[in-house]
C-alpha cells in the first residue's frame, strides 16, 4: 500500500524553464510535506516543507504547491540550473499528539536540467 | 553538511554475519529515524527513537534491532544478514517529538551494506 506516489519516474526539463515535480497521497491523516533531493551516494537533502494549513510555501526557487481536496502537491523549481538535476523525493508525515513524525516517501523523480 | 554522521560509509560482508551501524544526530536533536533504501524500493522507515527510548516502529525485521545511547547515538544491529540486506541506511535526525510543525527530519550521508 503505497500511501506517497511520484509517478513521474523522471523528468527533463531545459536550463532556465520550470521543473514540476508532483506527489499524490492517500492518507488523509497526514499533515506536514517535505521535498528531499538526493544526489547519488549522499544523503537526503532537505529542501522545502509545508504544513496542511498552508496551500503555498515559497523559498528562493522552490514553491511547494499543497491541494489538500485532490491530495496532491507539486514542487516548482524556477528558473531550474543543471545543478538541480539530482533524485527529489516527497515525504509525508503525521504531526501531533499521538504520532511520531515517521516519513512515508515516495519513490522518487529524477530530474535533469539540460544546459 | 546536514550535521548528522554515519560510519562506516561502506559495509561488506558475508551472509550470516552481524554488523553494527552508528549514528550522531545532530547536536541538540533528541529524535534519531533509521531508514533504509533498497534498489527496488524506496526509502522505508526502520525504527525511531527518542532521548533514548523507542518511539515508533516501521517495516523492520526481526533480525534487526537499534538502541539510542545517553550521549543520543544510534546504533542499528542488522543480524544473521541475507542477500536481500544489502541496501542504503539512513539515519535522520530531529529536534523532538514531531508535534511541531517544523520539526524536519535532517539525514546522514548513509551506509552502503553489501552482504555477499
Known amino acids: 500500500d503505497q500511501q506517497v506516489k511520484q509517478n513521474s519516474p523522471s523528468l527533463s526539463v531545459q536550463e532556465g524553464r520550470i521543473s514540476i515535480l508532483n506527489c499524490d497521497y492517500t492518507?488523509?491523516?497526514?499533515?506536514?510535506f517535505l521535498w528531499y533531493k538526493k544526489y547519488p551516494a549522499e544523503g537526503p537533502t532537505f529542501l522545502i516543507s509545508i504544513s496542511s494549513i498552508k496551500d503555498k510555501n515559497e523559498d528562493g526557487r522552490f514553491t511547494v504547491f499543497l491541494n489538500k481536496s485532490a491530495k496532491h502537491l507539486s514542487l516548482h523549481i524556477v528558473p531550474s540550473q543543471p545543478g538541480d538535476s539530482a533524485v527529489y523525493f516527497c515525504?509525508?508525515?503525521?504531526?501531533?499528539?499521538?504520532?511520531?513524525?515517521?516519513?512515508?516517501f515516495g519513490q522518487g523523480t529524477t530530474l535533469q536540467v539540460k544546459p | 553538511d546536514s550535521g548528522v554522521t554515519q560510519t562506516p560509509k561502506h559495509l561488506i560482508t558475508a551472509t550470516g554475519q552481524r554488523v553494527t551501524l552508528r549514528c550522531s544526530p545532530r547536536?541538540?536533536?533528541?529524535?534519531v529515524y533509521w531508514y533504509q533504501q533498497s534498489l527496488d524500493q524506496g526509502l522505508q522507515f526502520l525504527i525511531q527513537?527518542?532521548?533514548?527510548?523507542?518511539?515508533a516502529k516501521g517495516n523492520i525485521l526481526e533480525r534487526f534491532s537499534a538502541q539510542q545511547f545517553p550521549d543520543l547515538h544510534s546504533e542499528l544491529n542488522l543480524s544473521s544478514l541475507e542477500l536481500g540486506d544489502s541496501a542504503l541506511y539512513f539515519c535522520a535526525s530531529s529536534v523532538g517529538l514531531a508535534e511541531s510543525s517544523t520539526d524536519t527530519q535532517y539525514f546522514g550521508p548513509g551506509t552502503r551494506l553489501t552482504v555477499l
Open positions: 515525504a509525508a508525515s503525521a504531526q501531533g499528539s499521538g504520532n511520531t513524525g515517521k516519513l512515508i
Open positions: 547536536s541538540g536533536d533528541l529524535s
Open positions: 527513537y527518542y532521548n533514548g527510548e523507542e518511539r
Open positions: 492518507n488523509s491523516m497526514f499533515d506536514y
